[in-house]
């Protein structure tokens, strides 16, 4: 991970200048101008001084039109007046963008396969470039780390706007952080990455664009979760804190007018009881009880905003307040309109790729599909890739399952064991994946780093049906009641139900699977669900069997504990260890106590995000992070495969993406705020 640092620029042209026009320089070709301090973008006085010139700032004909879309908005002012004063000058990668055009998104339902669309129109402090190793500013002017990333340092751009014209600020950043993040009345438990050792961070504004992160602990992979994940670490204090009782004493007295119990329950509303951006807007949750505000959204910093939602979908407009511009001066972005479909069905979703009905899709696009979707590039006008993943799907058992003897059974290692080697890797990757992929087992990092011994990709990973059965059957998993299959030591009957959505794994994944185990005498049946109901179904601790596609690269894992500490993700992943999370959460007054070696994971994670990167001490506790996670088989990995990413040909400025993979935040690195539609 290079983290790059911007020196100091010179201010934008006072507006109403005459401007000569500047070289529209693209990724492709750069007309003789020299790149700026990062990669594929500019300052606004920096691109000015590199081409000699002085840009002529151009907005969307439309945008008037736009903005009235916008529940409470003012009337537009002029460009200069919506832009920062040094607006974020973007090279297109090939060509100078048209206006115009509605963007066609499709998605599985809310909060389900969204994060490939979300990523479209997403912004924070930083991002990482399609090198997937570089991070750059992007809402940021620029970040500083001190010498031992204790400190972290992030500049703003003066002038810049929310969607609704308000000054985003230093305090903006600061509410998101002591009043969403750190207060236990909207997120009951703080998340893994707003913490530096296990303890809060000081959050502080210096100036009105200066705001520190001071940590108790090094974490230098805190600006790699702001770049790679869907953490926006500011929020509109100006909206929000109105109706938040820490900032505003008339807090719950404005909310309960409004119809809502407390200044808590209508930010709740707006922000979800979580940081995640993609729950449901108080215009389809909250009816009309927001009449007298901008009910269809909070405001946002992003591409695009919501000005409309239903169970069937939402729509959105371009923001008229973007902070970016390209090289030939025209405000970012391009496509004015996106809309966004819901379709729960594998088969419906396919067919409507097939039809072209969608200008870009990734997510819960399997590798099972592909020869169809191939098939149909021609006739349907869209482009099929096949790009490597990072995440894989990945099984797990319910290790504090309700039934106490199956509980046993799940956390006895043998029975973990037998499990894995009773799944046919090699016949699953010719079979779901076309021999593709790479069977394996899942070992938490993702790429193995070198210094981990590669022995642990193929541990307890061969397929050998006669060690799942002798070590079944040394469990006193036997056939007790002769109907052929396997019964618990209490001579109970012994089956595992499946409940799985195929957004974590294709369906003939988990028929193989299923089957696979059944052979080996533990019967398995299999239910295909909708995400949303094997989320809630986890929640509530009801499943026997978890999977999701687990994985992240070691920058991931500097910032981000989730996926080492029980229950092992959040709500939206496997959780194989509830009760185990719910003990650490409660301080061991509520749930189970987790073993000596989950306890550990706690410990190494945290050791490892505070260790100086690339160090002897840090590779070490990498490594035994490594081997207690894949000794433990709390996760089975099956196959890792490519998928594909589906392009409409109508898309401009889309390069090939290094991967599909969620885990640096699909799109995000590809700047889509610069793609265009061709009519």
Known sequence: MKNLLLSGVAAIVLPGAALANCPAVTVENAQGVAPGAFPQQYDLAEFEAAADCKLTLAANPAMAKLNARIFGNPELPALAERLPAEPLVAAPYTSVGKYGGQFDALSNATESGTSDFLSVRHTSLVRYTDDLQTIVPHVAKSFTWNDDFTQLTVELRAGHKWSDGAAFTSADIVFWYNNLMMDTNVIAEAKGYALAGGEPMEVVALDETTVQFNLKAPKPGLIETFAAQY????????????????????????????GYENGYDLIKAYYGNSDWADTP??????????????????????????????????HYVANPYFFMVDTAGNQLPYINELDEVYIGDEEVRTLKLLNGEVDYKSQAVNLSSAPVLLEGQEKGGYAIDVRPTISMPALGFNLTHDNEAM??????????????????RDEINE??????????????FSPLPDYVDAKWASHEAEFDAAKANALLDEMGLVDADGDG?????????????????????PAQLVELVAQNWTDVGVTTNIKEVTSDEYRSAQSSNKLDVVNWVVGQPAGAILGDNQLWTPPFSDYFGARPAMGWGEYIS?????????????????????????????????????????????SSLTFIGVVSAPAPIYVSTKLNN??????????FYRTYPYRPAQWWLSE
Request: net charge negative; aromatic share 8%; no cysteine.
């Open 485 to 505: 299959d396997r019964d618990l030591p209490n001579g109970e009957p012994f089956t595992l139900n499946w409940q799985f959505a195929t957004q974590a794994a």
């Open 407 to 424: 509980r046993a059974v799940f956390n006895d290692i043998r029975f973990r064991t037998a499990m894995s080697v009773a799944i046919n």
């Open 586 to 630: 409660s301080n061991g007054a509520e749930g189970i106590e987790p073993p000596a070696w989950a306890m550990s994971l706690i410990d190494d994670i945290n050791a490892f995000q505070s260790t100086q990167p690339g160090s002897d001490a840090q590779k070490e506790i990498g490594a035994r992070m490594v081997e207690t996670m894949t």
């Open 654 to 663: 889309v390069p090939q993406f290094k991967t599909s993979s969620y885990e």
């Open 431 to 444: 079979t779901v994946y076309f021999g593709l992929g790479t069977p394996q087992q899942y070992v938490g």
């Open 231 to 258: 953490v926006q670490p500011y929020q509109p204090v100006h909206f929000l804190g109105q109706f938040h009782p820490a900032i505003n004493a008339d807090a719950d007295a404005k909310a309960q007018a409004l």
């Open 281 to 314: 807007s108080p215009m389809l949750t909250a009816g009309d009880k927001l009449a007298g505000l901008p009910k269809h959204a909070t405001p946002t910093l992003e591409s695009h905003i919501v000005v409309n939602e239903t169970a069937e979908g939402r």
